[in-house]
């Protein structure tokens, strides 16, 4: 079972009119991705792992070092042209 662990945060865009809008938490918790999983499917725990504001079906994954959001109905695995330059990024 090959895995991915990386630092995960969330953007609160819910409020239009805050112009400061900053990731948060300011100190990203790890968790750990199943790269044979699609995203839709672990992307509750991340969730709840961050107490995110947003309704679930609002939500989706965004990589900080390119910008790419990723298919939430793929697994990382069938993405791995989206992670390459992350990991080296993330450290």
Request: hydrophobic content about 35%; glycine content about 4%.
């Given at each position: 079972?090959?895995?991915?662990?990386?630092?995960?945060?969330?953007l609160?865009?819910?409020?239009?009119?805050?112009?400061?809008?900053?990731?948060e938490?300011?100190?990203?918790?790890?968790?750990?991705?199943?790269e044979?999983?699609?995203?839709?499917?672990?992307?509750?725990?991340?969730?709840?792992?961050?107490?995110?504001?947003?309704k679930?079906?609002?939500?989706?994954l965004?990589?900080?070092?390119?910008?790419t959001?990723?298919?939430?109905?793929?697994?990382?695995?069938?993405?791995?042209?989206?992670?390459?330059?992350?990991?080296e990024?993330?450290?």
């Amino acid at each position: 079972m090959a895995t991915l662990v990386c630092r995960v945060q969330f953007l609160d865009d819910t409020d239009p009119f805050n112009s400061t809008n900053f990731p948060e938490p300011t100190r990203p918790p790890l968790y750990t991705f199943r790269e044979d999983i699609a995203l839709v499917t672990q992307l509750a725990g991340v969730h709840r792992l961050l107490r995110a504001p947003h309704k679930l079906d609002d939500c989706t994954l965004q990589l900080s070092h390119n910008g790419t959001y990723l298919d939430l109905e793929s697994t990382l695995a069938e993405q791995r042209d989206e992670l390459e330059g992350f990991q080296e990024d993330a450290g």
